[in-house]
């Protein structure tokens, strides 16, 4: 029992991170960690863990998985003999004899920190010990390990970038027909730029022949403001909020859609633009961050700040049918060059250094 893997923080509806954390875990059996869980893995030693200390209770559950993994997982590390803790967020307990290796997604509370979030704190105060007492960090991007130095000041041979990957079985092209929307999907928060896209796309000389498709979860604090700003503009009918998309539905949305238009401020990865890709969809994204190290050539990249640029781009996806057809080509090459298997081994290369 020498690996453990805490994924106390698993959510049943998973989103980002635990599709992560699903994802990699089926390729560290290799390793044959026991893995800390409230949910069931059949082909793998489990530890049970308490079912409230995920994200689905709220600030509850992340303060309660807080006070659990600084108190009681010393203990089941000391219980069960380990050599070595895997968490593929952030977080392990501070000042013990337990040894960690964590993983870091983004540094996105500290570059758009709002106000009474506990997101700001969390990474201002204990994030840095977390990496500083860390034996290795793992990250998914060279732009995130930028920022983990840039931010906590943390030597470049800490700092292992492993990109994600995406589910070759579900993500890929259907050779449905192209339907006239314009698909985003993720959150809605400040800094997924949705304000300036609904601009953009309002700019559009010809927009009533099309629609703009926003999926990811309703925000109350923010969805009433782009609510809002669609009807001030007279675009209300074009814009369609489609709330959380079932993970079912989400192949045959991308595949239908014009384009994926995804002008993140930043973001750690960017797993959207890599699964339109894997679908053959044109990409319109950001030139700044991660998505670069995602896109390759294989999408229209814009400055995200820059309202023009995004309905120039869109213009090019309307109007040139072979500028299609090449994104779409180089998308589906793009994609190729990513897989959970190459995710998975490059994970187990970096903990077996320290086991």
């Given at each position: 029992?020498?690996?453990?893997?805490?994924?106390?923080?698993?959510?049943?509806?998973?989103?980002?991170?635990?599709?992560?954390?699903?994802?990699?875990?089926?390729?560290?059996?290799?390793?044959?960690?026991?893995?800390?869980?409230?949910?069931?893995?059949?082909?793998?030693?489990?530890?049970?863990?308490?079912?409230?200390?995920?994200?689905?209770?709220?600030?509850?559950g992340h303060f309660r998985r807080l006070l659990w993994t600084q108190f009681q997982l010393p203990k089941i590390y000391q219980t069960l003999k380990s050599q070595l803790l895997f968490s593929p967020i952030p977080e392990a307990p501070l000042y013990t004899n337990c040894r960690f290796i964590v993983m870091s997604h983004d540094m996105i509370p500290l570059r758009f920190p709002k106000r009474f979030s506990p997101l700001t704190p969390y990474h201002r105060y204990y994030t840095p010990q977390v990496f500083h007492q860390s034996l290795h960090i793992i990250c998914n991007s060279e732009s995130t390990a930028q920022d983990i130095t840039k931010f906590y000041q943390i030597s470049t041979n800490k700092i292992t970038p492993i990109p994600l990957a995406y589910d070759r079985a579900h993500f890929q092209f259907l050779n449905l027909s192209t339907r006239n929307y314009f698909l985003y999907i993720g959150r809605q928060d400040p800094y997924k730029n949705l304000q300036r896209l609904i601009t953009a796309f309002s700019a559009l000389p010809d927009r009533n022949d099309y629609e703009l498709w926003l999926a990811g979860p309703d925000d109350k604090r923010y969805s009433p403001l782009l609510e809002t700003q669609t009807k001030e503009l007279g675009i209300n009918h074009l814009v369609k909020f489609l709330n959380y998309v079932s993970y079912d539905e989400l192949p045959i949305i991308i595949n239908q859609s014009l384009a994926l238009v995804f002008p993140s401020l930043w973001e750690g990865f960017g797993l959207p633009v890599l699964e339109a890709m894997a679908c053959g969809t044109p990409v319109i994204t950001s030139n700044?961050?991660?998505?670069?190290?995602?896109?390759?050539?294989?999408?229209?990249?814009?400055?995200?700040?820059?309202?023009?640029?995004?309905?120039?781009?869109?213009?090019?996806?309307?109007?040139?049918?072979?500028?299609?057809?090449?994104?779409?080509?180089?998308?589906?090459?793009?994609?190729?060059?990513?897989?959970?298997?190459?995710?998975?081994?490059?994970?187990?290369?970096?903990?077996?250094?320290?086991?």
């Open positions: 029992m020498e690996l453990l893997i805490n994924l106390s923080f698993l959510l049943t509806k998973p989103t980002g991170i635990s599709n992560y954390a699903k994802n990699l875990i089926p390729h560290l059996k290799s390793l044959n960690p026991t893995i800390l869980t409230a949910q069931n893995y059949p082909d793998f030693n489990c530890y049970p863990v308490p079912n409230n200390l995920t994200p689905a209770d709220g600030t509850k700044i961050s991660s998505l670069p190290e995602v896109a390759g050539d294989a999408a229209i990249l814009i400055n995200p700040y820059n309202i023009e640029e995004i309905t120039a781009a869109m213009k090019i996806i309307i109007n040139d049918s072979e500028a299609r057809k090449q994104l779409s080509q180089k998308g589906l090459k793009r994609a190729d060059k990513f897989s959970w298997e190459q995710t998975g081994s490059a994970t187990v290369e970096v903990l077996q250094k320290y086991l």
